[in-house]
């Protein structure tokens, strides 16, 4: 069935990329990290919160409290108020839900922030009452968690496609160097060889260590406004191209080794009038490598199945000439601060954008492309996101 592609963002544009407060644990509550977001993009930008007017909100630790309750603990008054509950998804879906929101008059400055704590055992609450599918097809026959479906993600695509470890690893290895060069990543003070990677412990076959993601506390959020309210703020900023979701996507594959990127890749070029080739950095959602490989593969970069090709001719740190991915470590060297994940790859592709990014800045960057990938049901994630952001100043 045809369907009519999504609008023009044309006139809406991201600016002020915030991330704060990253740490192993905390007994500080989602609430303080949502908060501290706010306070610092009201700094950054050089604005009264007074000023915002709009909010999309992304946590899994604000129960029993909705982000309406939010805007008392503030003492903030809003127009336009979103919850999304969309895990990796969150950051992508963010920007097109406040963008139109802009569009429309609902609101004139929106901020887009995810947070969330992490404490002893709060990762294993967390899954242990995730969703009613996890609750009675895995979690009573203990296989809690995400690490048992992406193993059977991970092991079938090895299998189906003849991919090796140390293509995962390469990946894995190339976001720990770009860590190394983020300050704020949790792990960029430990580095990483290839022979580390393949020797870590076993966690659940094919999955080892380093293939698995590191729980932590923090936040990320920008704001959203129209392109001449950021003129007037004098604030640097980036234009969406294009963006897309999809949700159940594939639903009767019996295991996820594609999802719903292959079904908007190539309208989302159409839109922005360009090709994977044009694309100067990739922020894949990793909270194992094999989704962004799956991410890489729906939104054509390499075809299915060329991961061993792909690592064997491209480099993917941020300084290596190829294709830069991940810049600032991503979730398996920076950590996974609940649903602030979702939003770290579209702060990191605004700071790189606006040449903000410090010492992991790619070198004249023009176009990035954000993916998201989010809401693990008991086999799979549900929701796959994806944008192009382009340098203000650019032809939209």
Not at 129 to 141: H, L, R, T
Request: aromatic share 10%; hydrophobic share 40%.
């Amino acid at each position: 069935m045809s369907r009519q592609p999504p609008n023009s963002y044309r006139g809406v544009v991201l600016t002020t990329p915030v991330s704060y407060g990253y740490a192993k644990q905390s007994d500080k509550p989602a609430h303080w990290f949502i908060g501290s977001v706010l306070r610092q993009l009201c700094s950054d930008a050089g604005i009264d919160k007074s000023a915002i007017d709009g909010a999309a909100i992304s946590s899994f630790g604000l129960a029993p409290d909705s982000v309406s309750f939010l805007t008392q603990h503030y003492n903030i008054g809003l127009r336009w108020l979103e919850q999304l509950p969309f895990g990796g998804a969150s950051g992508v879906i963010a920007l097109r839900r406040a963008a139109r929101a802009v569009q429309c008059g609902d609101a004139e400055i929106v901020a887009c922030i995810g947070g969330d704590s992490a404490a002893a055992g709060s990762f294993r609450d967390l899954v242990a009452d995730f969703s009613s599918f996890s609750n009675s097809a895995a979690y009573p026959y203990g296989a809690a968690g995400p690490n048992a479906p992406f193993a059977l993600i991970t092991a079938a695509y090895m299998q189906q496609y003849g991919v090796s470890r140390e293509a995962f690893g390469a990946l894995a290895v190339a976001q720990r160097y770009n860590a190394q060069h983020y300050a704020q990543a949790l792990l960029g003070d430990k580095p990483l060889s290839l022979e580390q990677y393949l020797t870590a412990r076993p966690i659940a076959e094919p999955l080892h260590l380093f293939d698995c993601v590191m729980p932590c506390a923090g936040g990320e959020g920008f704001l959203v406004m129209s392109e001449q309210r950021a003129q007037q703020l004098q604030l640097p900023y980036v234009t969406i191209a294009a963006a897309d979701e999809r949700h159940n996507a594939f639903a009767d594959d019996p295991v996820q080794l594609r999802s719903g990127w292959s079904e908007f890749a190539e309208g989302l070029y159409q839109r922005a009038e360009l090709t994977p080739s044009d694309i100067d950095l990739v922020q894949t959602y990793d909270d194992y490598p094999v989704i962004s490989v799956l991410q890489l593969e729906g939104l054509g970069f390499f075809a299915a199945g060329a991961l061993n090709e792909f690592v064997a001719t491209t480099a993917t740190t941020f300084d290596g000439g190829g294709l830069p991915h991940n810049t600032s470590g991503g979730q398996l060297s920076g950590g996974q601060a609940g649903s602030a994940a979702g939003y770290l790859g579209v702060v990191e592709t605004l700071r790189q954008l606006t040449d903000s990014a410090g010492a992991n800045q790619v070198a004249q960057p023009r176009h990035g492309l954000v993916s998201g990938y989010g809401m693990i049901n008991y086999d799979r994630g549900l929701c796959s996101t994806a944008c192009i952001l382009r340098r203000g100043g650019e032809h939209d």
